[in-house]
């Protein structure tokens, strides 16, 4: 079985910032795009940023600038460092990776860590 475990969230000032992380687990053979998603209430899940095996990434514009995905391959853990939160950062953040075991390749989701942003 393979896990995605997701934490760092919580509530913060606008202005503020948050650092997730997502580790994952199970059994493992390689682990492909890792990626973050967010969906706010009544809207519909949105990517984020992602991240490659080899480093490369992407980002919505509206988090250009302000946020920073990376991983840790040793560590089987992806991190994404928010910066300049706004109120409507707010969402829920899920954790996504596409991860081969020995049955395949499959995209996995974590279950989520809340973001709050307000004063």
């Known amino acids: 079985q393979v896990q995605l475990v997701e934490s760092g969230g919580g509530l913060v000032q606008p202005g503020g910032s948050l650092r997730l992380s997502c580790a994952a687990s199970?059994?493992?053979?390689?682990?492909?795009?890792m990626g973050w998603y967010r969906q706010a209430p009544g809207k519909e899940r949105e990517l984020v940023a992602t991240?490659?095996?080899?480093?490369?990434?992407n980002y919505a514009d509206s988090v250009k600038g302000r946020f920073t995905i990376s991983r840790d391959g040793a560590k089987k853990t992806v991190y994404l460092q928010m910066n300049s939160l706004k109120s409507e950062d707010t969402a829920v953040y899920y954790c996504?990776?596409?991860?081969?075991?020995?049955?395949?390749?499959?995209?996995?989701w974590g279950q989520g860590t809340q973001v709050t942003v307000s004063s």
């Open positions: 199970g059994s493992i053979v390689i682990i492909s795009v």
């Open positions: 991240i490659g095996s080899g480093g490369s990434t």
């Open positions: 996504n990776a596409n991860i081969w075991t020995w049955s395949g390749s499959k995209d996995y």
